[in-house]
């Protein structure tokens, strides 16, 4: 009974002793948690967590963070030795942690829950399931980080009815949901999110603060590539400037660069002032998705913030401000997570009729079925003549806060009678977006079709999303009986349509 928490700074594995209560796992240096770093050697050799991050401020240009954000891409993290990709990363990563988990407990690691974003793209969430089976684990479920979190708050609260609003602000994502619980059923109602705003941008705000001053200081601006160890060494001094910023009205962060020794002040106010656009984005999100629930905020019963970011007094106050309601602090907002990840193991394997045990002693499932959505709509591109000119855009046929699994069908014309094949894209986006806006994220192609004699919607396409919110697809010509399916292969690469940047 194991749930895996990767995150985007930071890592942790949970289990649960013979009462069913979620507990930590700590790694083989006796941490709680394990930084999602890796450093590898000029012969090879990996290292993990603070080891890595150790070694890495000796050898910087063989160090790698944040990785998680890249996973799906296929470019190395390091300039030299064999390729090194985010997923081979994130797979090092998920091996240590196996050990870590496997020394202390006595028991293999063959089946786990893992999390991810709750907008995380498809072609990531590939790759962290392949990540997770290169180590012979296999993913009975992969769970959205606040659905995760929400399972562990929700248990707390025995069978009680309630929604809950669920502000997950981590170290390189944000999401937030809207959850109900009604008895034994847990609903995920909508979820909204940025996918790549995390604690990283609330530190980056800090840095090109220090950066300026130690350019009109030193008279040269350091930059990552020539002064690898002068960022290693700034990016611990940031994160603990955060935490103190959150008591102290000012707070200094000395460094050293071109032989000057700069001493760079910042003020509470400072801070809070830099980062309030990011916190906006937080809160527009959250607006979105309590409306995409179909509720009012004055129907939220609780607010639950989990992720480091969201300990931070003033994302804190900001948000209890919005929402007019006070966020409940009962479970750790950085070990939430992976508790309920653990929780959902336990109640996954049940619904697959398997038994979990400690010591001989078998484990009550958790007494909640979770009911998830979809975080992206899924569509295809057709051609769309209601307007002055023809444009290609995305016909939703799975909406966005969908509850999954599902299957959705929808039939459309051929563009010419005398068509004789139809390519069918599969793109995931917003309802009526250009096709360019979308991310195309697989094709069918219909060959051999016979040309029509009447107008017909003759092209079936269906389409298929799995608990863990990943797609098949099939179209048939109801015409001629041709069909084809295909369930979405991101290791084949993903086509990404993006309108380009005004000039």
């Known amino acids: 009974m194991f749930g895996f928490d990767i995150g985007t700074t930071r890592c942790k594995i949970a289990t649960v002793d013979r009462s069913g209560k979620p507990t930590i796992i700590g790694n083989a240096r006796g941490e709680h948690t394990t930084p999602s770093a890796v450093y590898r050697g000029t012969s090879g ?6 080891d890595a991050r150790e070694q890495g401020i000796v050898d910087p240009a063989r160090f790698a963070r944040n990785f998680k954000l890249d996973l799906g891409g296929t470019e190395s993290l390091f300039a030299d030795g064999p390729p090194f990709t985010p997923t081979d990363a994130t797979a090092a990563l998920i091996s240590t942690l196996k050990q870590d988990a496997e020394k ?38 992969l769970v959205p980080e606040p659905t995760a979190a929400g399972y562990a708050y929700a248990l707390d609260r025995g069978g009680s009815t309630a929604t809950c609003l669920i502000y997950d602000f981590g170290g390189g994502t944000f999401d937030v949901s809207v959850i109900k ?11 909204e999110g940025v996918p790549t705003l995390g604690g990283n941008d609330l530190s980056a705000c800090i840095e090109k603060r220090v950066l300026d001053e130690v350019a009109g200081a030193a008279g040269t601006r350091p930059t990552r590539s020539a002064d690898g160890l002068f960022f290693l060494d700034l990016n611990q001094r940031i994160e603990a400037a955060k935490v103190s910023l959150g008591k ?7 460094v050293g660069h071109a032989g000057r020794q700069v001493i760079v002040k910042i003020t509470q106010d400072q801070f809070h002032a830099a980062i309030e656009p990011l916190v906006r984005q937080t809160l527009e999100a959250t607006d979105r998705a309590v409306a995409g629930s179909g509720l009012t905020i ?10 480091g970011s969201s300990r931070l007094p003033y994302v804190q106050d900001r948000v209890a401000d919005h929402t007019h309601l006070v966020p409940r602090a009962d479970v750790d907002p950085e070990k939430a997570i992976a508790y309920g990840a653990a929780l959902a193991c336990v109640a996954e394997m049940a619904s697959q009729g398997k038994t979990a045990t400690v010591r001989g002693q078998v484990i ?53 009678e005398d068509q004789t094949q139809a390519r069918i894209e599969i793109l995931q986006g917003e309802s ?15 060959d051999n079709l016979p040309k029509e004699t009447q107008r017909t919607e003759r092209i079936e396409v269906r389409y298929t999303i799995d608990a863990n919110g990943m797609v098949t697809a099939t179209a048939t010509d109801k015409v001629s009986g041709v069909s084809e399916t295909v369930s979405v292969d991101y290791k084949k690469g993903i086509k990404p349509r993006r309108k380009p940047a005004a000039a």
């Not at 063959?110 to 990540?131: G, H, I, M, Y």
């Not at 004055?298 to 992720?307: A, I, S």
């Open 45 to 50: 050799d990996i290292l993990i967590g603070s």
């Open 104 to 141: 202390a407990t006595g028991i293999q690691v063959t089946e786990a829950v893992a999390t991810c974003p709750a907008n995380f793209r498809d072609d990531a969430k590939q790759a962290l399931l392949e990540a997770f089976e290169r180590n012979g684990i296999a993913v009975l479920r």
């Open 181 to 191: 619980r009604e008895g034994d059923q847990f609903t995920v109602l909508a979820t």
């Open 248 to 254: 102290q009205k000012e707070v200094p962060i000395v």
């Open 298 to 307: 004055d129907r939220v019963d609780r607010l639950v913030m989990v992720g």
């Open 364 to 416: 009550p499932a958790p007494d909640l079925f979770v009911q998830d959505v979809t975080a992206h709509g899924v569509g295809c591109s057709v051609m769309d003549g209601s307007g002055p000119v023809k444009r290609l855009i995305n016909a939703i046929i799975i909406p966005k806060n969908t509850p999954i699994p599902c299957q959705k069908t929808d039939h459309f014309y051929l563009e010419h």
């Open 432 to 446: 009526e977006a250009a096709r360019d806006d979308c991310l195309l994220i697989g094709e069918l192609l219909l």
